[in-house]
């Protein structure tokens, strides 16, 4: 069965710290990598996206991915309180629409 | 048009009736889906319609029944749903060719009595 793991948290941060989320997975075969931001209540809403091994940057998040070791993460500078929200992990396989696997969400509290 | 408008964003429905769920993207994507996410649950995937035609059931019950009428609407029947199915209802819709993410409605609270 193809797994995504994430601690659930939560894990608080200082307003103006750096939150570090971290995901691992299961199937190697895995291509596609993506974050969501979730607020409560609300609907995910994508974020980052990374495909091949090494950093991606968009403005205060940074997406990191190793797929040797199955791992893929995201970084967070400068964190305000609007940032609070659930972050969920989600992995695709190889082509097109295929299925998404949805982690089940780090839970970040950034005190202000 | 970046969004997808989901109606109705709440609904209560007896577990005699029958209700749908409607969904509408115009950003051009073939790919869209269903999903039923539970609190503090990850979303789970229920259809997906990729080109108008149903590609992934993944093993629903018959009581929800999804309709892909054109490459913009997306819908979801119910009837005789159980007090169980009460979730938030998500739809997504996607690129088909290549995964470069979803773009998720802001989804159905459904509250089964």
């Known amino acids: 069965q193809k797994e995504v793991e994430q601690n659930s948290g939560p894990l608080s941060v200082p307003e103006g710290a750096i939150a570090s989320l971290n995901c691992t997975y299961s199937?190697?075969?895995?291509?596609?990598f993506f974050w969501y931001r979730q607020y409560s209540g609300k609907s995910p809403e994508l974020i980052m996206s990374i495909y091949s091994n090494g950093d991606k940057e968009d403005g205060r998040f940074t997406a990191q991915l190793n797929k040797a070791s199955q791992y893929v993460s995201l970084l967070i500078r400068d964190s305000q309180p609007s940032d609070s929200a659930t972050y969920l992990c989600?992995?695709?396989?190889?082509?097109?629409?295929?299925?998404?696997?949805f982690g089940t969400g780090t839970k970040l509290q950034v005190i202000p | 048009d970046t969004e997808v408008t989901q109606t109705p964003k709440h609904l209560v429905m007896g577990m005699t009736n029958k209700k749908s769920l409607k969904c509408e993207q115009h950003m051009g994507h073939r790919a869209m889906y269903w999903y039923k996410q539970k609190a503090k649950k990850p979303p789970e995937l229920m259809f997906v319609?990729?080109?108008?035609?149903?590609?992934i059931n993944e093993s629903v019950p018959s009581r929800f029944s999804p309709e892909c009428p054109n490459s913009s609407l997306l819908n979801l029947h119910l009837h005789a749903l159980q007090p169980e199915d009460s979730a938030l209802y998500l739809c997504?819709?996607?690129?088909?060719?290549?995964?470069?993410?979803?773009?998720f409605g802001s989804g159905t609270r459904l509250t089964v009595v």
């Open positions: 989600a992995v695709a396989q190889p082509g097109g629409y295929q299925k998404v696997t």
């Open positions: 997504a819709s996607s690129q088909a060719q290549d995964n470069y993410g979803y773009t």
């Open positions: 319609y990729s080109y108008e035609k149903l590609s």
């Open positions: 199937d190697r075969g895995s291509q596609s």
